[in-house]
Protein backbone atom coordinates (compact mmCIF):
# COMPACT_ATOMS: atom_id res chain seq x y z
CA UNK A 1 0.00 0.00 0.00
CA UNK A 2 2.60 2.18 0.54
CA UNK A 3 4.38 1.53 -2.84
CA UNK A 4 0.84 2.56 -4.21
CA UNK A 5 0.74 5.65 -2.00
CA UNK A 6 4.40 6.69 -3.09
CA UNK A 7 3.92 6.04 -6.60
CA UNK A 8 0.42 8.24 -7.18
CA UNK A 9 2.51 11.16 -4.88
CA UNK A 10 5.06 11.03 -7.77
CA UNK A 11 3.17 11.06 -10.53
CA UNK A 12 1.13 14.01 -8.87
CA UNK A 13 4.33 15.71 -8.25
CA UNK A 14 5.65 15.17 -11.40
CA UNK A 15 2.42 16.39 -12.97
CA UNK A 16 2.56 19.81 -10.73
CA UNK A 17 6.30 20.76 -11.32
CA UNK A 18 5.62 20.54 -14.97
CA UNK A 19 2.84 22.42 -15.23
CA UNK A 20 5.40 25.17 -13.01
CA UNK A 21 7.93 24.96 -15.16
CA UNK A 22 6.72 26.74 -17.88
CA UNK A 23 8.47 28.58 -20.84
CA UNK A 24 10.21 31.40 -18.99
CA UNK A 25 12.24 33.18 -21.03
CA UNK A 26 12.57 36.50 -22.32
CA UNK A 27 13.67 39.94 -22.03
CA UNK A 28 12.75 40.75 -18.41
CA UNK A 29 12.47 44.41 -17.34
CA UNK A 30 13.60 44.14 -14.23
CA UNK A 31 10.52 43.35 -12.74
CA UNK A 32 10.41 39.56 -12.76
CA UNK A 33 6.96 39.95 -14.28
CA UNK A 34 6.81 36.94 -16.69
CA UNK A 35 3.94 35.33 -18.39
CA UNK A 36 3.38 31.56 -18.55
CA UNK A 37 0.94 29.05 -19.32
CA UNK A 38 1.12 25.64 -18.69
CA UNK A 39 -1.35 22.68 -19.83
CA UNK A 40 -1.04 18.95 -18.05
CA UNK A 41 -2.84 16.35 -17.78
CA UNK A 42 -1.73 12.82 -16.08
CA UNK A 43 -3.33 9.93 -15.63
CA UNK A 44 -2.98 6.69 -13.43
CA UNK A 45 -4.16 3.23 -13.92
CA UNK A 46 -4.24 0.13 -11.23
CA UNK A 47 -1.88 -1.62 -13.54
CA UNK A 48 0.86 0.60 -11.97
CA UNK A 49 1.89 2.63 -14.64
CA UNK A 50 2.01 6.62 -14.92
CA UNK A 51 1.79 8.68 -17.69
CA UNK A 52 1.46 12.47 -18.20
CA UNK A 53 1.23 15.28 -20.93
CA UNK A 54 2.15 19.10 -20.93
CA UNK A 55 2.38 21.57 -23.23
CA UNK A 56 3.34 25.24 -22.18
CA UNK A 57 3.25 28.48 -23.19
CA UNK A 58 4.99 31.96 -21.96
CA UNK A 59 6.10 35.37 -23.29
CA UNK A 60 7.54 36.86 -20.62
CA UNK A 61 7.08 40.42 -21.12
CA UNK A 62 5.91 42.92 -17.87
CA UNK A 63 3.54 45.37 -17.57
CA UNK A 64 5.85 48.35 -18.10
CA UNK A 65 8.05 46.83 -21.18
CA UNK A 66 7.79 48.66 -24.13
CA UNK A 67 7.10 46.00 -26.84
CA UNK A 68 3.92 44.92 -23.98
CA UNK A 69 1.95 42.25 -25.75
CA UNK A 70 3.79 42.49 -28.75
CA UNK A 71 7.10 40.52 -30.08
CA UNK A 72 10.72 42.37 -29.71
CA UNK A 73 11.30 44.92 -31.75
CA UNK A 74 14.46 43.48 -33.19
CA UNK A 75 12.81 40.26 -34.24
CA UNK A 76 11.59 41.85 -38.09
CA UNK A 77 14.28 43.27 -40.79
CA UNK A 78 13.09 46.14 -42.46
CA UNK A 79 11.23 45.57 -45.29
CA UNK A 80 12.78 47.41 -48.40
CA UNK A 81 9.94 49.76 -51.11
CA UNK A 82 9.75 47.97 -54.56
CA UNK A 83 11.32 49.25 -57.41
CA UNK A 84 9.22 50.74 -59.98
CA UNK A 85 9.98 47.50 -62.22
CA UNK A 86 9.14 45.60 -59.40
CA UNK A 87 5.56 47.76 -58.87
CA UNK A 88 4.92 47.26 -62.44
CA UNK A 89 5.79 42.96 -62.47
CA UNK A 90 3.11 42.81 -59.43
CA UNK A 91 0.75 45.30 -61.30
CA UNK A 92 1.25 42.58 -64.49
CA UNK A 93 0.36 39.85 -62.21
CA UNK A 94 -2.47 40.97 -60.18
CA UNK A 95 -4.26 42.52 -63.47
CA UNK A 96 -3.54 38.69 -65.23
CA UNK A 97 -4.90 36.99 -61.99
CA UNK A 98 -7.63 39.07 -62.11
CA UNK A 99 -8.63 38.36 -66.01
CA UNK A 100 -8.03 34.66 -64.96
CA UNK A 101 -10.33 34.63 -62.31
CA UNK A 102 -13.29 36.79 -64.55
CA UNK A 103 -12.80 34.36 -66.76
CA UNK A 104 -13.36 31.19 -64.45
CA UNK A 105 -16.35 32.74 -63.14
CA UNK A 106 -18.09 33.58 -66.99
CA UNK A 107 -16.85 29.87 -67.66
CA UNK A 108 -18.92 28.56 -64.61
CA UNK A 109 -22.18 30.62 -65.18
CA UNK A 110 -22.13 29.33 -68.60
CA UNK A 111 -21.96 25.52 -67.54
CA UNK A 112 -24.31 26.00 -65.08
CA UNK A 113 -26.55 27.40 -67.28
CA UNK A 114 -26.07 24.63 -70.07
CA UNK A 115 -26.59 22.67 -66.67
CA UNK A 116 -30.04 24.02 -66.17
CA UNK A 117 -31.12 23.67 -69.96
CA UNK A 118 -30.47 20.09 -70.47
CA UNK A 119 -33.21 19.31 -67.71
CA UNK A 120 -35.87 22.49 -68.62
CA UNK A 121 -36.13 20.26 -71.93
CA UNK A 122 -39.28 17.92 -71.69
CA UNK A 123 -38.22 14.43 -71.65
CA UNK A 124 -38.88 12.38 -75.12
CA UNK A 125 -39.79 8.96 -74.33
CA UNK A 126 -37.08 6.51 -75.40
CA UNK A 127 -37.26 5.15 -79.19
CA UNK A 128 -34.88 2.62 -80.01
CA UNK A 129 -32.86 3.78 -83.21
CA UNK A 130 -34.38 1.79 -86.32
CA UNK A 131 -37.23 0.16 -83.67
CA UNK A 132 -41.00 0.62 -85.18
CA UNK A 133 -44.14 0.16 -83.32
CA UNK A 134 -45.14 -3.68 -82.46
CA UNK A 135 -48.24 -4.33 -84.36
CA UNK A 136 -50.35 -7.69 -83.37
CA UNK A 137 -51.51 -9.86 -85.91
CA UNK A 138 -54.66 -9.46 -87.85
CA UNK A 139 -56.35 -12.19 -86.31
CA UNK A 140 -55.44 -11.33 -82.62
CA UNK A 141 -55.98 -7.81 -83.08
CA UNK A 142 -59.77 -8.75 -83.94
CA UNK A 143 -59.75 -11.02 -80.91
CA UNK A 144 -58.64 -8.13 -78.86
CA UNK A 145 -60.89 -5.70 -80.18
CA UNK A 146 -63.99 -8.04 -79.89
CA UNK A 147 -62.93 -8.67 -75.85
CA UNK A 148 -62.75 -5.05 -75.58
CA UNK A 149 -66.50 -4.65 -76.70
CA UNK A 150 -67.47 -7.24 -74.62
CA UNK A 151 -65.78 -6.14 -71.07
CA UNK A 152 -67.54 -2.38 -72.35
CA UNK A 153 -71.43 -3.57 -72.53
CA UNK A 154 -70.51 -5.72 -69.28
CA UNK A 155 -69.39 -2.51 -67.42
CA UNK A 156 -72.60 -1.06 -68.98
CA UNK A 157 -74.66 -3.64 -67.55
CA UNK A 158 -73.40 -3.39 -63.89
CA UNK A 159 -73.15 0.45 -64.01
CA UNK A 160 -77.04 -0.04 -64.84
CA UNK A 161 -77.26 -2.22 -62.25
CA UNK A 162 -75.75 -0.31 -59.53
CA UNK A 163 -77.49 2.84 -60.46
CA UNK A 164 -80.80 0.99 -60.12
CA UNK A 165 -79.44 -0.22 -56.73
CA UNK A 166 -78.74 3.25 -55.74
CA UNK A 167 -82.09 4.61 -56.75
CA UNK A 168 -84.10 2.09 -54.88
CA UNK A 169 -81.44 3.15 -51.72
CA UNK A 170 -82.61 6.76 -52.32
CA UNK A 171 -85.97 5.45 -52.19
CA UNK A 172 -86.37 3.43 -49.01
CA UNK A 173 -83.67 6.21 -47.14
CA UNK A 174 -86.39 8.40 -48.52
CA UNK A 175 -89.20 6.72 -46.98
CA UNK A 176 -87.74 6.00 -43.19
CA UNK A 177 -87.30 9.93 -43.25
CA UNK A 178 -90.69 10.67 -44.26
CA UNK A 179 -91.88 7.92 -41.71
CA UNK A 180 -89.74 9.20 -38.65
CA UNK A 181 -91.02 13.05 -39.67
CA UNK A 182 -94.33 12.01 -39.19
CA UNK A 183 -93.70 9.65 -35.96
CA UNK A 184 -92.02 13.12 -34.86
CA UNK A 185 -94.82 14.99 -35.66
CA UNK A 186 -97.44 12.87 -33.64
CA UNK A 187 -95.43 13.25 -30.72
CA UNK A 188 -95.09 16.80 -30.90
CA UNK A 189 -98.91 16.90 -30.99
Same mark, same amino acid.
Given at each position: ???????????????????????????????????????????????????????????????????????????????????????????????????????? /?????????????????????????????????????????????????????? /???????????????????????????????
Amino acid at each position: MNKLATLVAAVALSTVSMTASAWWGGPWNGLGDGFGNGVGDGSFSMSFSGSSRFSGYGDGYGYNHPAYGYPYYGAYAPVAPLTEEQQKAMEQQQQAFAEQQAKA /MQEAVEAQRKFAEQFAVEPQPFAAPGATRFELPADVQARRDEMQKQMETRRAEM /MKRVEAQRASAKEQQDAMRKEMETRHSRRDI
